[in-house]
T-cell receptor, first 122, second 109 residues
Framework: DTGVSQDPRHKITKRGQNVTFRCDPI?????LYWYRQTLGQGPEFLTY????????KSRLLSDRFSAERPKGSFSTLEIQRTEQGDSAMYLC????????????????????FGPGTRLTVL | RKEVEQDPGPFNVPEGATVAFNCTYS??????FFWYRQDCRKEPKLLMS???SGNEDGRFTAQLNRASQYISLLIRDSKLSDSATYLC??????????FGTGTRLQVFP
């Protein structure tokens, strides 16, 4: 399978514990994104990387959240001191580098999503 | 106000029906527009991009009205396999996707 993979697929933890999720993007993709999706809502952007550089973080990403992509390949998302409100599906996506089109515009490259990690905080 | 607003549905339609979903977005600087499909407990997948000129892919037609900040998706001849949640998505700047809450479609025999 050459798609985006995430591990674990499910995680149940007690409030106050730390959890770490892993995302392996499609191999030639240099952009990697994290989103969070709660029941009945669409995914919400958390952060994204271009290679190893974290270029943007959402206000949703509190100090308890940290994401890394140390070698520009896989990424980890850690949540410290989990709270019940952190229960959600955490989705990772990756895309190819943008290319410059005629006229100066940049292409949009499709973001491919992984299957997600479903977190339940008790 | 949410950046991307959709009617959550559900839309319950019989096979063969035509169904239309609408969506509005608030950021006039939005650059790209999409419909994603999400099956129950699965990841979102790109259904189609949306252009001002309108675009069609088989039974699916998408339309963008930049002046009204309005996006639509029309599904003709609905199939049971079309049952899913349809997410209206807007790209603002650096490929940050802003999703609507999704519209749930249930096609029945």
């Amino acid at each position: 399978d050459t798609g985006v993979s995430q591990d674990p697929r499910h995680k149940i933890t007690k409030r106050g514990q730390n959890v770490t999720f892993r995302c392996d993007p499609i191999s030639e993709h240099n952009r990697l994104y994290w989103y969070r999706q709660t029941l009945g809502q669409g995914p919400e952007f958390l952060t994204y990387f271009q290679n190893e550089a974290q270029l943007e973080k959402s206000r949703l990403l509190s100090d308890r959240f940290s994401a890394e992509r140390p070698k520009g390949s896989f990424s980890t998302l850690e949540i410290q001191r989990t709270e019940q409100g952190d229960s959600a599906m955490y989705l990772c996506a990756s895309s190819q580098p943008k290319t410059r089109l005629a006229g100066g515009a940049s292409s949009y490259n499709e973001q491919f999503f992984g299957p997600g990690t479903r977190l339940t905080v008790l | 106000r949410k950046e991307v607003e959709q009617d959550p549905g559900p839309f319950n339609v019989p096979e063969g029906a035509t169904v239309a979903f609408n969506c509005t977005y608030s950021n006039s600087a939005s650059q790209s527009f999409f419909w994603y499909r999400q099956d129950c407990r699965k990841e979102p997948k790109l259904l189609m991009s949306v252009y001002s000129s309108g675009n069609e892919d088989g039974r699916f037609t998408a339309q963008l009205n930049r002046a009204s900040q309005y996006i639509s998706l029309l599904i003709r001849d609905s199939k049971l396999s079309d049952s899913a949640t349809y997410l209206c998505v807007v790209n603002v700047g650096v490929d940050k996707l802003i999703f609507g809450t999704g519209t749930r479609l249930q096609v029945f025999p």
